[in-house]
C-alpha cells in the first residue's frame, strides 16, 4: 500500500505539472491505492465484467460524440412547459429531445401538454430501453416515441421546439443542422451549453442543483 500511494503522488503530481483538472488530480491519487484495495477483497471477476457492461450501454459512444450521459433535472422539465407553443383548438406541435436518456422530459411534458407530438432520439442502449419502457407504460404512449439511434440523422424540418442537452464539442455543428432543417419560427433550446458566436434571444436561469440554464434561439 506505501508503494501503491506512492504511485498515486507521482501520477497525481504530473497531473498537475501538465495542467490536467483538478478532478483528475484525485483520481490519479486514488487509482492505484483503489486497485490494490479491490484485488485484496478477491471480488469475482465476473463483477468486474457486469460493471463494464452496465458502463457501455449508458456511455456507448461517448468517446466519439464527446457528449457524457446527462439527465435533466424535474425543474427544468417544468421551465420547458412555459417555452413551449400556446395550447390552439385542434392544433398539434412536435417536440422533439436530441438525446433524450431516459425519456424524463418527454414523459413530463407529454403528461401536461396532451396537443403536444413528443419525439426523443437517443444512442445509448440502456437509456433508450429504460425510455422506450417509459413511454411504454404510460398512457400517452400514443403521441409520445422515442427512437434509437444519431442525432444527426433526425429530420428537424417539421419540429416546433427542439430540445437538446448535449455537451459544448457538438453545439457549433447542431446550429448548422438546425438552421438548414428547421422552419422560421419554431424554437430551439439548449440546456447548459450556448452555441458559440450566436447569442441567444431569450435565456431562462432554472432554480436547480446545477444552476441550469435555458437557452433559447427563435428561427
Same mark, same amino acid.
Given at each position: 500500500m506505501v508503494w501503491a500511494a506512492l504511485c498515486g503522488v507521482l501520477a497525481a503530481g504530473f497531473s498537475y505539472f501538465v495542467g490536467l483538472?483538478?478532478?483528475?488530480?484525485?483520481?490519479q491519487l486514488l487509482f492505484v491505492p483503489t486497485l490494490l484495495l479491490a484485488l485484496s477483497l478477491k471480488?469475482?471477476?465476473?463483477?468486474?465484467?457486469?460493471?463494464?457492461?452496465?458502463? #457501455?450501454?449508458?456511455?456507448?459512444?461517448?468517446?466519439?460524440?464527446?457528449?457524457?450521459? =446527462? /439527465? $435533466?433535472?424535474?425543474?427544468?422539465? @417544468?421551465?420547458?412547459?412555459?417555452?413551449?407553443?400556446?395550447?390552439?383548438p385542434n392544433q398539434t406541435f412536435k417536440f422533439v429531445d436530441l438525446g433524450s436518456g431516459t425519456g424524463g422530459v418527454l414523459t413530463h411534458l407529454a403528461a401536461v401538454r396532451a396537443d403536444g407530438r413528443f419525439q426523443g432520439i437517443e444512442a445509448a442502449p440502456l437509456p433508450f430501453a429504460l425510455s422506450w419502457?417509459?413511454?411504454?407504460?404510460?398512457?400517452?404512449?400514443?403521441?409520445?416515441?422515442?427512437?434509437?439511434?444519431? #442525432?444527426?440523422?433526425?429530420?428537424?424540418?417539421?419540429c416546433d421546439v427542439v430540445f437538446a =442537452? /448535449? $455537451?459544448?464539442?457538438?453545439?457549433? @455543428?447542431l446550429w448548422e443542422k438546425a438552421q438548414r432543417e428547421m422552419r422560421p419560427g419554431s424554437l430551439f433550446i439548449s440546456n447548459t451549453f450556448a452555441v458559440p458566436d450566436h447569442p441567444p434571444q431569450r435565456t431562462l436561469t432554472v432554480d436547480d442543483r446545477h444552476q441550469s440554464t435555458l437557452y433559447v434561439w427563435q428561427m
Open positions: 483538472a483538478r478532478w483528475w488530480l484525485v483520481i471480488i469475482s471477476p465476473y463483477w468486474y465484467l457486469l460493471l463494464f457492461l452496465i458502463f #457501455l450501454a449508458v456511455y456507448w459512444n461517448t468517446f466519439r460524440t464527446q457528449v457524457p450521459f =446527462y /439527465l $435533466s433535472s424535474r425543474k427544468v422539465w @417544468q421551465a420547458l412547459e412555459t417555452l413551449l407553443p400556446p395550447a390552439v419502457l417509459r413511454i411504454f407504460m404510460s398512457t400517452y404512449r400514443d403521441r409520445c416515441e422515442v427512437h434509437w439511434g444519431s #442525432l444527426w440523422h433526425c429530420d428537424l424540418a417539421q =442537452y /448535449l $455537451s459544448p464539442v457538438p453545439m457549433q @455543428q
